[in-house]
C-alpha cells in the first residue's frame, strides 16, 4: 500500500501519512504512524473528513481522484518530497524517506539559496 506523507512543521518531526489504498477501498489518515482515523465510503473520500491534532489544530483531508489534499487549518499542505512522494509501506521499506528537498525548499522560501 502507498503512503504519501506531509510535513506538519518546517523540520519534518511531525507528519501526517495517508495510505492509499491499491483498489478503491479505505484511506487511512496517520499523525506519526498513529491511526488518526479513515476514510471509507466514496462519499467521505469525496467529501472530505476533519480530525483534531493534538495541538487541537484542524486536519481536514478529502480525495481528489484518487489523490490525497491535506489541508491544516485551511492551509494546504505538499507532499514531503514532492507530489509523487510515493513508498512502499512494508516492513522492509525504511521509516521515512530523505528530507533534503524540503530543506532545499524551506531555504529558497527563506532566501537563503
Not at 70 to 83: A, D, E
Not at 103 to 113: H, Q, S
Amino acid at each position: 500500500m502507498p503512503v504519501i506523507e506531509y510535513a506538519l512543521d518546517p523540520a519534518a518531526l511531525h507528519c501526517i501519512q495517508v495510505h492509499v489504498p491499491t483498489e478503491q477501498t479505505v484511506y487511512t489518515v496517520m499523525l506519526d504512524r498513529s491511526v488518526l482515523g479513515f476514510l471509507e465510503t466514496p462519499d467521505e473520500q469525496r467529501i472530505g473528513k476533519y480530525f483534531v491534532l493534538p495541538d487541537r489544530s484542524t486536519l481536514y483531508v478529502r480525495i481528489e481522484g484518487r489523490r490525497p489534499q491535506v489541508f491544516r487549518n485551511s492551509y494546504l499542505l505538499t507532499p514531503l518530497t514532492g507530489m509523487d512522494t510515493m513508498f512502499s509501506a512494508s516492513r522492509g521499506a525504511p521509516a521515512r524517506k530523505s528530507s533534503g528537498n524540503l530543506l532545499e525548499r524551506i531555504k529558497k522560501v527563506a532566501g537563503k539559496v
